[in-house]
């Protein structure tokens, strides 16, 4: 289950990474008008896609590890961008309140799948190398 839910945000998040570079889906450098971003921002989504994909095709237990960091991760940035409001993270990503909401969400769901437990099954048989 963990490996299909980072499936899923690997997807979603390349997706938006994408899309963040589409001019029709980023009026005013908003996507969808509400989160602002920039080629900086995107290239954040389209990396984090990667590697959810990456640890979503390797199992529940790399899946179990990005989720838990990935959710402290959105956390702190989520932090950051409240207290930065619409100015830009760490000088170079575009920010706004919207986007802080959006990541805090993502934190959220992020550690409650971590906190999950791992569904990957291997019996001691199936672990011996043949």
């Known amino acids: 289950m963990l490996s299909t839910a980072a499936r899923i945000y690997g997807v979603l998040f390349l997706i938006l990474g994408m899309l963040g570079f589409i001019p029709a889906a980023t009026p005013n450098e908003h996507l969808f008008g509400l989160f602002h971003v920039n080629a900086a921002h995107n290239v954040i989504h389209l990396l984090t896609g990667a590697v959810a ?7 529940d237990r790399a899946s179990k590890i990005f989720f838990l960091t990935f959710g402290i991760i959105y956390g702190l940035i989520s932090f950051l961008g409240f207290l930065a409001g619409s100015r830009p993270l760490f000088g170079f990503m575009a920010h706004n309140i919207a986007d802080a909401w959006l990541h805090l969400a993502i934190a959220a769901v992020s550690i409650f799948l971590g906190m999950l437990p791992e569904t990957d099954r291997v019996t001691d048989r199936e672990r011996v190398a043949y």
Do not use: A, E
């Open 53 to 59: 994909l990456s640890v979503g095709f390797t199992g």
